[in-house]
Nanobody, 113 residues
């Protein structure tokens, strides 16, 4: 059974940075594509970033140039570096294995002064 455990969320001021981590167990990590989603209060969950097994990256327009997704196959971990955060980035962030119903529990990111 695949388990995804996110960490790294918290409260940060506008303009600040956070790095989210998602540790994956129970799966051959390196061959899959991994995604970060977010869900703000009262809104639908949206795809934020994706990284394929081959390292191809995809971002939603609203985070391009500010967020960076990466992976460390040796640590079975996918990261989301978030810079220049704004209040609009406030949401619960989830890690997901693309193509499967495998989700983490989510980590709260709050951007507020």
């Amino acid at each position: 059974q695949v388990q995804l455990v996110e960490s790294g969320g918290g409260l940060v001021q506008p303009g600040g940075s956070l790095r989210l981590s998602c540790v994956v167990s129970g799966s051959i990590f390196s061959i899959y594509s991994w995604e970060w989603y977010r869900q703000a209060a009262g809104k639908q969950r949206e795809l934020v970033a994706m990284i394929t097994g081959g390292g191809r990256l995809t971002y939603v327009d609203s985070v391009k140039g500010r967020f960076t997704i990466s992976r460390d196959n040796a640590k079975n971990t996918v990261y989301l570096q978030m810079n220049s955060l704004t209040p609009e980035d406030t949401a619960v962030y989830y890690c997901h294995r693309r193509g499967y119903d495998d989700w983490g529990q989510g980590t709260q990111v709050t951007v507020s002064s």
